[in-house]
């Protein structure tokens, strides 16, 4: 689902979710030399968090860094995503696994 949210609109829903945010950023459309180096840092991170506990939070694009939500999704993790306005007007294409809603 796609919805603009305030700043203090984002904060709330998070904070009541109670849980530590692990933010991952990255290049989108550019892509990665090494995909699969991606995987394996990020698989590496994730295996020292708690899915109870922690929220990943990344960009929205299906390319590039948005590789992890699937990742994370697979280990059990709640997923969200935040992307500029911009995004959405211009017809970007956001990631199916992100998480129920993206913000601007």
Avoid at 45 to 67: H, K
Wanted: hydrophobic content about 35%; proline content about 2%.
């Amino acid at each position: 689902m796609v919805r603009d949210a305030s700043a203090a609109t984002i904060q709330a829903s998070v904070r009541g979710q109670g849980k530590v945010v692990l933010t991952f950023v990255g290049y989108s459309g550019a892509g990665y030399e090494s995909p699969e180096r991606l995987t394996d840092q990020t698989m590496r991170i994730l295996e020292r968090q708690d899915p109870a506990r922690t929220l990943i939070n990344s960009g929205a694009t299906a390319e590039g860094i948005g590789a992890v939500y699937a990742l994370a999704k697979q280990r059990g993790f709640t997923t969200i995503g935040i992307v500029s306005s911009l995004a959405r007007d211009r017809g970007i294409v956001t990631s199916e696994t992100g998480g129920t809603s993206w913000s601007g």
